[in-house]
């Protein structure tokens, strides 16, 4: 089965860039996305295609996805961009959503 | 607008059956490409996805789950059910359903707000 390993955790201060990445084995040749899930809440999606934003979302956010590793991007943060960030893949072969681990950021 | 709002117990001892029901808006599960996932968060750990459900009927499991799980649609109720069998403390979690739209990739595009289920004697 497909494995999605995310950076552990992000810190960052207001008005700075976070950087979450998201490692699978030739990840860039599959559509990755991201969902933000802030404490008590349901995940949203920020990111789908690898760096299309949903209507709604900020031009903030952004992706990229290349080799192994799937990278979201989030420029100028706010205290409101603080939550649990996942990436996700679909696994062609079972035919199945594949969630990697989560990053928390922590906006300080 | 799409909405989905999953509702059951709160509440299950070991060993008995969970019923959970996704009561969704906004779409028709006779459009081709709709399809419903059951996803579970335990607290403090990540989301894992539990079962798809596509407009043909077609339903896939997580294998680690497979044998537990049964998904199906009330197309007339706009609802779609996850039972569960024998539960166990290990299967506290919040369980969310979530939409995946005709041609909206791979992504789950809403989700319901998630119902929390404790598994307790």
């Known amino acids: 089965s497909y494995v999605l390993t995310q950076s552990p955790s992000v810190s960052v201060a207001p008005g700075q860039t976070a950087t979450i990445t998201c490692g699978g084995n030739n990840i860039g040749g599959k559509a990755v996305h991201w969902y933000q899930q802030k404490s008590g809440q349901a995940p949203v999606l920020v990111i789908l295609?690898?760096?299309e934003r949903p209507s709604g979302i900020p031009d903030r956010f952004s992706g990229s996805n290349s080799g192994n590793t799937a990278t979201l991007t989030i420029t100028r943060v706010e205290v409101g961009d603080e939550a649990d960030y996942y990436c996700q893949v679909w696994d062609g072969r079972g035919n199945h959503p594949v969630f990697g681990g989560g990053t928390p950021l922590t906006v300080l | 607008q799409i909405n989905l709002k999953e509702s059951g117990p709160t509440l299950v001892k070991p060993t008995q059956t969970l019923t959970l029901t996704c009561t969704f808006s906004?779409?028709?599960?006779?459009?081709?490409?709709?399809?419903v996932a059951w996803v579970r968060q335990p607290p403090g750990k990540a989301l894992e996805w539990l079962a798809l459900l596509y407009w043909d009927d077609d339903r896939h499991y997580n294998p680690s789950l497979e044998a537990r799980l049964t998904i199906t649609k009330d197309t007339a109720k706009r609802q779609v059910v996850l039972t569960m069998t024998n539960m166990d403390p290990v299967d506290t979690a919040r369980y969310f359903c979530a939409y995946r739209p005709p041609g909206g990739g791979n992504a789950f595009h809403v989700w319901g707000q998630g119902t929390v289920v404790t598994v307790s004697s």
């Open positions: 295609y690898d760096n």
């Open positions: 906004g779409f028709s599960f006779t459009t081709s490409g709709v399809t």
